[in-house]
């Protein structure tokens, strides 16, 4: 394990590589694949953690942050924390970190909130952050405050590299994925469950086609990286299409040309890693069938 220093912007810390690649679906799971996808985006790696851009600490497979920067409201690192808690038995890793929040008189609680362990009361991000990356989350080079960060990185670290911790990781991740949009989201799904919707060429009532799961999946994919213009642009296209290749051709587009931003530059890499991921068709990204094609960029249009 190696502890790098990074910095961005105006702040400074800690990261860490993950240890095992996550492992492609089993299933022909609509929200595996989404899971899968956004993982290869996000952290494709199991134990990846950073502390270097001011959010405290993020970490899992959807990097989830412990605090809000700009709020400096808890994130939630914490309820996915407790998910692992409570989805994994005999993690060692998992005590260590109880038993150094214990130490600060931290804990978390049912509901998913870092806790003061007397008064009940939630620890404010500024301390959250204070304490995982002191000096504001402007960690110096070196010394005891660089040590101390290094040794709330790998403590997180270690937890979401244990394989007894995986299964969790990926249940919470994809929980958030289904949950964080429901209401606008069923627009799309309609009386589907999307946690039991299956992907494949035979068209039922709880079986999307090829084209329409890659395109719901690069939309889980950038929802996890900006919920709001996500399903802004899933609303605009469903406004005009339908389920079928039309919509999937039009809600891909509207993605891939969206002015957030680095979107242009996701979008490639999304398109890469779905190609890599040998889960759809190759004709879905190349030819006259394409919904999924490379676009060409703004600076390319001028």
Request: net charge neutral; with cysteine.
């Amino acid at each position: 394990m190696q502890v790098q220093r990074r910095t961005y912007r105006h702040y400074a810390g800690c990261l860490i590589a993950g240890t095992e690649p996550v492992s492609p679906p089993e299933t022909n799971l609509h929200l595996e694949r989404a899971y899968y996808l956004t993982a290869m985006i996000e952290a494709p790696l199991y134990g990846a953690v950073q502390s270097y851009d001011g959010a405290g600490m993020s970490g899992g497979p959807l990097h989830n942050i412990a605090v809000y920067p700009a709020t400096k409201g808890q994130g939630s690192l914490f309820t996915l924390l407790r998910a692992i808690e409570y989805g994994t038995q005999g993690s060692d890793a998992v005590q260590e970190l109880w038993k150094a929040y214990a130490q600060k008189e931290w804990y978390v609680a049912r509901d998913g909130v870092l806790r003061h362990m007397r008064k009940g009361t939630p620890i404010p991000g500024s301390m959250i952050i204070d304490t995982f990356t002191p000096l504001g989350g402007n960690v110096p080079a070196a010394g005891a405050l660089w040590d101390q960060a290094v040794y709330w990185a790998t403590l997180h670290h270690r937890v979401f590299a244990d394989p007894k911790t995986f299964h969790a990781q990926q249940e919470f991740a994809i929980d958030y994925l289904v949950s964080t949009q429901k209401i606008k989201e069923s627009v799309f799904y309609g009386n589907m469950n999307p946690l039991t919707l299956r992907v494949g060429d035979i068209a039922d009532s709880n079986t999307l086609s090829y084209a329409e799961d890659l395109a719901m999946c690069l939309y889980h994919s950038n929802s996890v990286n900006a919920p709001a213009p996500a399903v802004s642009t899933l609303t605009k296209v469903l406004s005009v299409h339908k389920r079928g290749t039309g919509f999937a051709a039009a809600l891909i587009k509207e993605l891939a040309e969206h002015s957030y931003g680095n979107w242009e530059t996701r979008y490639v890499r999304t398109r890469a890693a779905a190609i890599m991921a040998d889960l759809w068709p190759l004709e879905l990204f190349r030819g006259p069938t394409a919904v999924m094609p490379m676009f060409r960029t703004r600076d390319e249009i001028g």
